[in-house]
């Protein structure tokens, strides 16, 4: 997979770090290694960023033409639209198949492409204002960490763009991988794109941030049983509404989203790593139905079980998907 990482003068180091240690990862453990990172910029050379330090043999923008995904980490601060040259070279790059993903503020440069005209993109949520207002033909969603429509992909601020990598990670080797990956970098394995980009406020109390920790383990190990917003509640010895309001402040979304996006992810891991037809994965993963799953699964990933397993294993095909 090879990747063009733009790069520009008075860049942050940390958003080229973050995709070149999620992509690198993958060479270092020895899990593949035609996973390739190239830094480029409008012109070959070296690129000063905004601690100071200088970044020698940047390539120029003919890498984008070679790479397989086309990531613009960030955008300059005061938020100048891209050149038409620049603009030209993202349209190009996804004319002819490139994934094309625009981190943090890069989701300016991607959306003045026009590669997101129509569509639902994220930035950081300080520039969500300045981003819907320069490009009304989008729809800027404050509420997720990153979204993917399968040939573009934006992401909400900073850290946010270590969880789009490693999302991009689980997209080409599966959830095993961008865990391990997840793993050796010490960060959180799997957030949902649909996770929010902040926490409203901390905890007053720290043994609550513990009962609900405590409760998202025990609902991990039950993801096969019915967990209602109330079973959940009881279970963490709280009024629904305070166990709601609580959960939401120390996970930034619902206990309904998160209970789905558990099940869907451990759905995910079986269609990998198993040969189990969609019906018992269904039920396994506690899905009322295979068609409420199969519904579920469609609208998160926009493929569906059975397509998603092809990606992934050489096991026996399963049922085909209705």
């Not at 094309?100 to 969500?128: I, Y």
């Amino acid at each position: 997979m090879r990747i063009a990482l733009y790069a520009f003068d008075g860049i942050t180091m940390f958003h080229l770090a973050a995709p070149m240690m999620v992509f690198g990862e993958i060479r270092r453990l020895g899990i593949a290694d035609d996973w390739e990172t190239r830094l480029w910029s409008d012109r070959a050379g070296a690129v000063r960023t905004e601690e100071g330090y200088s970044i020698g043999d940047v390539a120029g923008p003919g890498t984008a033409d070679w790479a397989d995904i086309v990531i613009v980490p960030s955008w300059p601060l005061a938020l100048t639209p891209p050149s038409d040259t620049f603009a030209r070279t993202l349209t190009g790059a996804h004319t002819r198949g490139a994934l094309v993903a625009g981190l943090c503020l890069g989701a300016f440069a991607v959306a003045d492409a026009g590669l997101l005209d129509g569509r639902a993109g994220v930035t950081h949520w300080q520039a969500m204002p300045q981003l819907a207002q320069r490009r009304p033909g989008i729809q800027v969603d404050s509420s997720v960490l990153y979204i993917d429509h399968g040939d573009v992909i934006t992401s909400a601020g900073t850290a946010s763009a270590i969880d789009a990598c490693l999302h991009i990670v689980r997209k080409h080797l599966g959830s095993a991988v961008a865990a391990r990956v997840a793993r050796s970098l010490v960060v959180a394995p799997h957030r949902e794109g649909g996770q929010a980009q902040y926490i409203e406020r901390p905890l007053a109390q720290p043994a609550t941030d513990t009962a609900i920790s405590e409760l998202m383990n025990w609902a991990l190990t039950r993801l096969d049983q019915p967990l209602t917003v109330d079973k959940l509640a009881r279970q963490a010895r709280m009024s629904r509404r305070s166990f709601i309001r609580h959960f939401q402040q120390a996970t930034g979304t619902t206990p309904a989203r998160w209970i789905l996006e558990q099940r869907l992810h451990e759905a995910r891991a079986l269609l990998e790593t198993t040969d189990w037809s969609i019906d018992r994965i269904a039920s396994a993963c506690g899905f009322n139905s295979t068609i409420t799953f199969r519904q579920n699964f469609t609208t998160a990933f926009a493929t569906t079980p059975t397509t998603y397993r092809r990606q992934f294993t050489n096991t026996p095909e399963a049922p085909a998907d209705c």
